[in-house]
């Protein structure tokens, strides 16, 4: 599973299958009143702020600062943390909360855990067993390729 802050639809279009989205997603407008929701290529923004047909306000299927994480949301990645064997941390300040308690739910569950960053964090030390500190777009291909060798070993 991926739990993810971000709202862009790319790990799915990385052919990712189990990602849970914990602030959302931008692809989809919610309404405030009705709660029904639109795919963001189907509303129209002519018109701001753009409407339900219940006269309701849409607004982006995303967590604003100061709401809630969903509930469902929430309890999933809840899950997925304290069921995996390996939580990889990449490019995170590790600061807010609740996406920050992940990798420590992970580690209090016997995972270990990777962080991959381009500085130190919380984690650094603590939470992760392994930190590999550079740009993600280069560290992870050498570590994908050092792990092939490995297992064709």
């Not at 795919?39 to 600062?65: H, I, M, Q, T």
């Not at 809630?68 to 300040?93: E, F, H, N, W």
Request: hydrophobic fraction near 45%; glycine fraction near 6%.
């Amino acid at each position: 599973a991926i739990i993810t802050q971000n709202v862009d639809n790319l790990h799915q279009a990385a052919g990712s299958s189990e990602v849970i989205e914990f602030h959302g997603n931008g692809a989809t407008l919610i309404c405030l009143d009705c709660r029904r929701r639109f795919a963001r290529a189907e509303v129209s923004l002519e018109e701001l702020p753009p409407r339900c047909d219940c006269g309701g306000v849409l607004k982006p299927e995303v967590v604003f600062f100061g709401e809630m994480i969903p509930a469902k949301t929430y309890d999933r990645a809840v899950q997925a943390a304290s069921s995996c064997d390996l939580m990889m941390v990449i490019g995170t300040s590790a600061q807010v909360a609740p996406a920050s308690q992940m990798p420590w739910l992970a580690l209090r569950s016997g995972a270990k855990v990777v962080e991959f960053n381009l500085e130190p964090t919380e984690l650094t030390g603590r939470a992760a067993h392994y930190t590999l500190l550079g740009l993600a777009s280069e560290v992870l291909p050498l570590v994908a390729a050092r792990l092939r060798q490995a297992l064709q070993s």
